[in-house]
């Protein structure tokens, strides 16, 4: 089911009884493995690629040739230089997009559409780190401010750290890996990019296109080793920025564990949408509708929570379940299929477990909610009127990372503002309704990284940055933003005492 074309990947894998056996990608060589983890497509669950399961002593290795020689070559590539190979990345990246896309499909069980959005998203990326690159600079502090550093200047600048370890979640592998890839390149640093273990191939493609492009050989790796087997990586000195992408209780092992370094999390969400009574109600129906089954709900910025204002309640509360009974579930290879598989079948027992568990505490199924086959799920709706019932309900108390929704009703703004802080994450919010005062004093009080005023929450490319509050994170992915993270401050003072620079009064 996976069909690799592109000639340039030919020396990556080997193909033996329709099974691609992949090899890794560590700094500047193509190295397969003793042991090898099996990939499953989320379509039908067949095993269609192996990637080599690393070992401790192979990813040794890398982090020493990264560390000791990847970094400084990054480092010296002049920055027009780096810019130009993320150009050519992107380029590459449109020449085998199909590969991608088929990789993104069968591997992540993505709709075409959802596919071909990430591939675009990525080569958007890659093309915008001139954004990022305006973004890299310092500033000059004058001594006279205080008498101790008078006759002294500094300028404080902004240096890559060394090297970046992107830790990538199976949702958008293909995204998060080329953004961060990017943001951390574009600043000077070797990037180790620890894939997901459900669907690292088209990372595996991507790091073909980036060796290709020039980049740097000893500033870029991809080491296929399994989240649970990561905490030596994680923890080792030589590693100077982890950039996160996951759910919330991996992020709290990979910061228990890391030990003092420079740290972007993006962590769980699953968002509340607050639709208030003169919102635009087929609009809103349509987006919110939209952000609870797209990607089976496999999205950290999907909804998960949904607030009504009580007089447009029951007309809302029935578009919306018009709209989510109308979701084509299907597979995703069939260009009518809305909806497409959960990652895996642990995925679709979640929902499960987390839907009875709603009901068995006063939930009402108004929609969806069925188990269509190990990893096909119908999109559900449950509505839960009492408030209390409702912050018991592990729908609203955890991230069940699936289509489906709690619906419940307010009648102020405190109550809906309560409800959706009341959650243990802060990612993002959508409000609904024209409003404005009323949207602002709303957007001045919700706990959110970022919020979407007619609109579902959807991080896209990174144009506007996003990020968590309490448990949904640290730090800000977003072009121009992320640089931030990467690059350390380095002051450097001139003292000109006595040599006549400055004649003070
Ligand atoms: P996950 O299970 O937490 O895994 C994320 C990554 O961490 C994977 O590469 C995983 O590797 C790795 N990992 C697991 N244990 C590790 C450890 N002890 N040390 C180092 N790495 C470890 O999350 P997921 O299910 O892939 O992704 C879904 C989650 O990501 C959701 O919670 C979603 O909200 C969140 N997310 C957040 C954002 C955001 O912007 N805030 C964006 C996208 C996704 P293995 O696959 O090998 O286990």
Not at 417 to 446: C, H, P, Q, S
Not at 480 to 487: C, D, G, I, M, Q
Request: negative net charge; contains cysteine.
């Amino acid at each position: 089911m996976l069909s690799v074309k592109g000639g340039v990947f030919a020396g990556i894998y080997e193909v033996s009884d329709g099974v691609y056996r992949f090899k890794a990608y560590a700094a500047g060589e193509w190295v397969s493995g003793r042991e090898f983890t099996k990939v499953r497509s989320p379509i039908d669950l067949s095993v269609i690629a192996e990637v080599p399961r690393l070992s401790w002593e192979e990813v040794d290795r890398v982090l020493d040739r990264v560390y000791r020689v990847g970094r400084w070559r990054i480092r010296d590539t002049p920055g027009w230089r780096r810019l130009e190979i993320l150009e050519r990345i992107a380029d590459l990246m449109e020449q085998y997009k199909d590969d991608l896309v088929n990789a993104l499909v069968v591997n992540g069980g993505k709709t075409r559409s959802q596919a071909v959005g990430e591939v675009e998203a990525s080569i958007d990326r890659l093309r915008r780190a001139d954004l990022d690159a305006r973004k890299i600079f310092g500033e000059y502090a004058p001594g006279d401010w205080d008498p101790t550093t008078l006759e002294t200047e500094a300028i404080v600048r902004r240096e890559p750290y060394g090297v970046v370890l992107a830790i990538v979640p199976f949702n958008y592998p293909l995204f998060d890996a080329v953004s961060k890839f990017a943001y951390s390149a574009v600043a000077g640093n070797a990037v180790i990019v620890k894939p997901p273990s459900a669907d690292p191939i088209p990372i595996l493609l991507f790091a073909k296109l980036v060796e290709e492009a020039g980049f740097p050989r000893e500033s870029f790796a991809v080491l296929t080793v399994p989240g649970a087997e990561s905490d030596r990586l994680v923890a080792d000195e030589r590693v100077h920025v982890i950039s996160f992408t996951g759910s919330s209780s991996t992020g709290k092992r990979v910061l228990a564990t890391a030990g003092i370094k420079q740290f972007i999390m993006e962590l769980g969400g699953g968002d509340p949408a607050i639709v208030l009574a003169d919102a635009d109600l087929d609009f809103a129906a349509d987006r919110v509708a939209a952000g609870i089954y797209s990607y089976a709900g496999q999205r950290c910025d999907a909804i998960k929570l949904v607030l009504v204002e009580r007089p447009i309640y029951e007309e809302f509360v029935g578009r919306l379940v018009d709209r989510l009974a109308k979701v084509r579930v299907g597979d995703p290879r069939d260009p009518d299929t809305m909806m497409g598989p959960l990652i895996d079948p642990s995925a679709a027992d979640e929902m499960m477990g987390a839907v009875e568990d709603a009901l068995s505490k006063g939930g009402r199924l108004l929609v969806g909610g069925r188990r269509l086959g190990p990893t096909y799920v119908e999109p559900a709706l449950i509505e839960v009127r009492d408030k209390g019932a409702l912050r018991q309900m592990k729908l609203y108390r955890e991230e069940v990372f699936a289509p489906v929704a709690l619906v419940t009703d307010f009648s102020t703004e405190e109550e809906a503002v309560e409800l959706a802080n009341g959650r243990k994450y802060g990612l993002d919010a959508a409000i609904f309704g024209w409003d404005m005062d009323r949207i602002r004093r709303l957007t001045r009080l919700l706990e959110f990284g970022a919020i979407y005023i007619n609109d579902m929450p959807r991080h896209g490319v990174g144009y506007y940055p996003f990020g968590g509050r309490k448990e949904s994170g640290i730090g800000r992915e977003g072009i121009a933003y992320s640089v931030e993270y990467v690059s350390a401050y380095k002051t450097i003072v001139f003292n000109f005492r006595g040599r006549g620079v400055w004649k003070y009064e």
